[in-house]
């Protein structure tokens, strides 16, 4: 897979995500206002989001379906998401 596919799925898949997150969030403006870091990365607060896990596995095969993503692409999202500026993970017992 192309990085720039993966990079549209995972753009996606927090786009989607940031919308069902408490409180719901626009990603796209959240990466408009937010700072760089030293590293000259976008600084999310993605801390101050929570998201039920289901909602977000839910989402990433969606994402994963929609551009027909292999096994090996799919591994590659989920890393890049959970890893990424994903929100905290609200896990429901």
Request: charged residues 30%; aromatic residues 10%; negative net charge.
């Amino acid at each position: 897979m192309s990085s720039t596919k993966l990079e549209k799925a995972l753009f996606e898949a927090f786009i989607e995500v940031y919308k069902v997150s408490e409180p719901p969030a626009d990603f796209n403006e959240l990466v408009v206002v937010a700072p760089l870091n030293e590293r000259g990365q976008k600084d999310i607060p993605f801390n101050d989001y929570q998201c039920d896990e289901s909602k977000m596995r839910d989402i990433l095969k969606t994402v994963a379906e929609k551009y027909k993503l292999n096994k090996q692409d799919i591994r590659n999202l989920e890393i890049n998401f959970w890893l990424g500026c994903s929100p905290r993970t609200k896990i429901n017992s």
